[in-house]
């Protein structure tokens, strides 16, 4: 079975960049679409961020699209989430996902593949 694992998350001073990683234990990232979602203390899980299987088009949330961006490195099986000019409202737990379509979803139920999530706390 595939496994997500992300990396990277940590404290860090509003304004200031963290850069997360997911790994995958099988060669899917150049094969699947994966996104990055978060889920803040109360409230639901949202989309963050996410790449398309097959190629390297990628969309980001509103709230976020410009100051993070997604890559993915096909070599390292890994894809990452360089987050930027970072504000108390992005504190959350982060999580990578994967499915198989090439629909970029926005929502969580669309995946069924998910990593343990990394915490993400920026002071102000």
């Known amino acids: 079975q595939v496994q997500l694992v992300e990396s990277g998350g940590g404290v860090v001073q509003a304004g200031g960049s963290l850069r997360l990683s997911c790994a995958a234990s099988?060669?899917?990232?150049?094969?699947?679409?994966m996104a990055w979602f978060r889920q803040a203390p109360g409230k639901e899980r949202e989309f963050v961020g996410g790449?398309?299987?097959?190629?390297?088009?990628?969309h980001l949330a509103e709230a976020v699209k410009d100051r993070f961006t997604v890559s993915r490195d096909k070599a390292k099986n890994t894809i990452h989430l360089q987050m930027n000019s970072l504000k108390a409202e992005d504190t959350a737990v982060y999580y990578c996902?994967?499915?198989?379509?090439?629909?970029?979803?926005?929502?969580?139920?669309?995946?069924?593949?998910w990593g343990q999530g990394t915490q993400v706390t920026v002071s102000s």
């Open positions: 996902a994967a499915h198989q379509s090439p629909i970029l979803f926005t929502t969580p139920d669309a995946y069924f593949v």
């Open positions: 790449i398309r299987a097959g190629g390297d088009s990628t």
């Open positions: 099988e060669f899917i990232v150049s094969t699947r679409t």
